[in-house]
């Protein structure tokens, strides 16, 4: 059905989309040393929140529902490599 991106932890999934998706039963799940990614799973959905990041994204149907563990691979690797090495640039001093 979809992949709705937020790249602000202030974005969040229209109420249309709360009703139509994330709605039955969940499941939650939380990724990361300090448990800064959260999956939440519903019946038709699955809606990814990464704090860390401030990213949230919302997984609709159910092929792109399988699409959540890619990403959470994604994040976590992201996450891995930006604490090994904080300084994304470097002075020309250097």
């Given at each position: 059905?979809?992949?709705?991106r937020y790249?602000?932890?202030?974005a969040?999934?229209?109420?249309e989309?709360?009703?139509?998706?994330?709605?039955?039963?969940t499941?939650e799940?939380?990724?990361?040393e300090d448990?800064?990614?959260?999956?939440?799973?519903?019946?038709?959905?699955?809606?990814l929140?990464?704090?860390?990041e401030g990213?949230r994204?919302?997984f609709?149907?159910?092929?792109?529902?399988q699409?959540v563990h890619?990403?959470?691979r994604r994040m976590?690797?992201e996450?891995?490599?930006?604490k090994?090495d904080p300084k994304?640039?470097?002075?020309?001093n250097?």
């Amino acid at each position: 059905m979809g992949v709705f991106r937020y790249d602000s932890k202030y974005a969040a999934p229209t109420k249309e989309q709360r009703e139509r998706y994330m709605k039955g039963e969940t499941e939650e799940h939380v990724f990361g040393e300090d448990e800064e990614i959260l999956l939440v799973v519903y019946d038709e959905a699955a809606y990814l929140k990464d704090d860390r990041e401030g990213v949230r994204i919302l997984f609709t149907g159910v092929q792109d529902k399988q699409k959540v563990h890619d990403e959470i691979r994604r994040m976590l690797e992201e996450h891995a490599q930006k604490k090994q090495d904080p300084k994304e640039f470097s002075s020309g001093n250097r």
